[in-house]
């Protein structure tokens, strides 16, 4: 048989049977085998590493949750699910999947409240200034592109950058709670477990697994379902590079060891489709802190090439996909700062000409550039890329100097976005659509809702959201 | 069992069994069932249509060959394999398949040869002055970018386009032949048979296929496997909205009717990986005649973005995925022609700024954009983009104008690159790289050579030499 799958007529017996088994113990793990048991489900999770936690907790522990939540409210901001469903479908690629996007907006609000009943503290104080985790405890910030051009003339902007209360360990934090109350929900936690292969009757429909613990082979059966939940594949050099070659220019894979796919890759041994699978979440933090949104961001032509101020997810994956890795951000002597994430300067000069010469720019090229950038930043325009009025400053104050943004020389964060192909109930569906029976799946192993088109906090959103809908389906498949 | 598949056990009988099956006769199907034929295997050829011939008889018939073929020869280039293989590795993608690469440029003489013995005529007649097809009968034509920046200083360029010779019909001739070639060979030829499911032992081996014809199912095995050769997915909207939605934007799709995925949904089935369901090959022939690169090729901010006298496949690409199909190709009088492929002009003035303002562009921009072009082009320079000195004429004779190159205004003609993996004896691969054994895949079912980064012509060629590839080892499985 195919690697990765097991036939069931070659398994004599199963060393243990449940309802409901979870394959991978991170935030989307966690949240099927919470909500499966919260359905009845006797529900074993697998998890291969010696502790739960997975990628999440190494993570910023940002959650993109909106519509109006709670969080928000007490933070002062209005939202609404059709605001959020809006912004979404604008930013989330060139077809981002409808019915998932309408399905997570709408359900937001409530699933913020089911996180704080999992024990996850967030403060109702909103941080200004940042991108992302925040320096202390407050617990709402821009994680995204929402307040920026062109997003902020399609759809009402609000900050929905949900964030644990632990400065810089808001991720652990969330994966302390959540594993805390997998614990404490009565699933089996097995770690130390690694499937090996799905289990898999005549018929196609997947009824248990094969793990590998402490040198055994263990076969477990589950009558409802199993489900995936077992990350991406950054960390998977061959499925990389097959794939997804763009990412290995990033310096930074974001994921733990498990990171390497074999979750996607037992699906597809199951007969699942993917998606996606060249696209990956992809940060430059390079205007932070926010006053380096002054500068400009130029490309090896010299040419401006997106709005300064558009969140780094959306500045890395423009940089690395559309420019191929090289960028420079440009600033004068008048906005000239240290930046949070350290970068090396590529250049200084004294003069815009001079600038340009060093970096090796096409002769004339910048000059023009800044020119132009400077004659409507004086009149707080910026009728090509609409930065916003905040940060639009000329840039005419020597010496002039750049931060080096290419992949080469500075810190591009990446982990991939691709995955199973599932629908809104976290099933994971085979090339014709129709979902494989038995089969579920959620979080990075899967194809989420950003497919690209990043915000931060989009991963723990859809893998909580949809693993807790996997859950209570695979759990309603064991009772049927 | 699942969508697709059919158990063997569930098989009272095979209605007919032949060495290799060949689903799908367009060039890379013709191709395997002449190559396993040649190596004594008996084959039964499967093509839904009522004829063959599929997309290869719709497209323009040019095959990318090279290394130094006699066609190059007589035409008095000079090329060589290691020169061929420099460009194919710089020009198609981040990373491609260096093995298939190679074979493909070391094999390249020796696979014109064999065209020509299937009765193939090509006439040894360079023709300059066109990308693609030429109006006459003329056998060599340019059909990349290997004489452009930066691929001109990468490897020493040589015309790869070898084209079939019958003007504006040189694909339906050289399917005509290949289909001759392959009947006169004695291979079954099995018109209106429609594969639904591949059959599969229990241990995964693929051993023949379930077809329906003429409103009946029947039931062929295959010794030494099945070989899918059934194209790609550019006319199946479900698919291309998931995998490649991009390539809905393009007003052309260049496919027959057969071109809907069916053939990678069976591979997948069966347990097949895929690659780059993303890519696809991109056209935006505006630079037709030749003379029209001398204009400028802007995005909606006013800027160049690529030398526009690179091969109008590489400025699809670009135009579609870096810039959003929001382009524009602006000429002054002196450069100004009637474009091969009917297009809009988007608007004139009697000066840059006037077609700025005409053009909705951001104040400045065109003008700037303008003013340092012509500066470098007086010298005959273009440090920005490196566009060759022929095309480099200051455009600064008025009036100015401007034709379409939006998705909404101009011809983009596409179809998808993204298929089966495959290794390079045409074997399909599954997720974790091993060949499913019975399973082979050629031409547009398949990740071929470019993904993306097309040229023309690598479709006939990457689907007729792994296709023979993938008869030759099909038909040697069966007599092992």
Redo the contacts between chains.
């Keep these: 048989?195919?690697?990765?799958?097991r036939?069931r007529?070659e398994l004599s017996r199963f060393d243990e049977e449940c309802d409901v088994i979870v394959v991978g113990l991170g935030a989307a793990g966690a949240s099927a085998a919470i909500e499966a048991r919260a359905h009845g489900a006797e529900v074993v999770v697998l998890e291969r590493a010696a502790a739960g936690g997975g990628t999440s907790a190494m993570s910023g522990g940002v959650v993109y949750l909106g519509g109006g939540t709670a969080l928000q409210r007490a933070c002062g901001f209005d939202d609404d699910p059709e605001e959020m469903f809006r912004y979404l479908m604008a930013s989330c690629?060139?077809?981002p999947d409808e019915a998932k996007v309408r399905d997570y907006c709408e359900g937001s609000p409530a699933h913020y409240e089911w996180l704080v009943e999992q024990g996850v503290p967030f403060n109702p104080v909103f941080h200004h200034g940042c991108s992302g985790e925040p320096p202390n405890e407050d617990g709402l910030v821009w994680s995204g592109s929402e307040n920026v051009w062109p997003f902020d003339g399609i759809a009402k902007p609000a900050p929905r950058g949900h964030v644990p209360a632990r400065p810089h360990q808001a991720g652990p934090l969330l994966m302390e709670k959540l594993v805390s109350a997998t614990e404490a929900c009565g699933a089996g936690i097995r770690t130390g477990h690694r499937v090996l292969e799905l289990v898999l009757e005549?018929?196609?429909r997947v009824v248990g697994c094969v793990a590998r613990a402490f040198g055994e082979e263990r076969a477990l059966a589950a009558r409802g379902g199993v489900v995936l939940t077992t990350g991406g594949f950054i960390n998977d050099d061959?499925m990389l590079?097959?794939?997804a070659?763009?990412l290995?220019r990033c310096s930074f894979r974001v994921g733990a060891e498990g990171d390497d796919?074999s979750g996607?890759?037992l699906g597809?041994?199951a007969?699942a489709?993917?998606?996606?699978?060249?696209?990956g979440s992809v940060s430059l933090p390079v205007t932070q802190p926010w006053g380096l949104k002054r500068g400009i961001l130029i490309n090896a032509?010299?040419?401006?090439f997106i709005n300064e101020d558009a969140y780094y997810g959306r500045l890395g994956e423009h940089a690395l996909?559309?420019q191929e890795g090289r960028a420079w951000l440009v600033l004068d002597d008048g906005c000239f700062e240290r930046v949070t994430y350290p970068r090396d300067v590529a250049a200084v000069g004294e003069s815009p000409a001079e600038l340009e010469q060093e970096l090796g720019l096409?002769?004339?090229?910048l000059v023009?550039t800044l020119?132009?950038y400077n004659?409507?930043a004086r009149k707080q325009q910026d009728?090509?890329?609409h930065k916003g009025p905040d940060y639009l400053t000329p840039l005419e104050t020597p010496p002039f100097g750049a931060y080096d943004c290419t992949t080469e020389g500075s810190l591009y964060a990446a982990f991939t976005l691709g995955g199973l192909?599932t629908d809104p109930f976290g099933r994971v569906l085979?090339?014709?659509?129709?979902p494989?029976p038995g089969l579920f799946g959620a979080g990075r192993a899967t194809s989420g809702l950003a497919v690209p088109g990043y915000s931060s906090g989009l991963s723990l959103g859809d893998g909580t959201f949809f693993g807790r809908r996997a859950g209570k389906v695979a759990a309603a498949e064991a009772s049927s």
Excluded at 273 to 279: C, F, K, S, V
């Design positions: 048989m195919r690697s990765g799958i036939r007529a690629g060139e077809a005549d018929d196609g061959a590079e097959a794939h070659p763009w290995r796919g996607i890759r597809m041994a007969g489709d993917t998606l996606h699978m060249e696209a032509q010299g040419q401006r996909l559309r096409p002769p004339g090229s023009a020119a132009l004659e409507h009728p090509a890329f192909r085979d090339p014709a659509g129709a494989i």
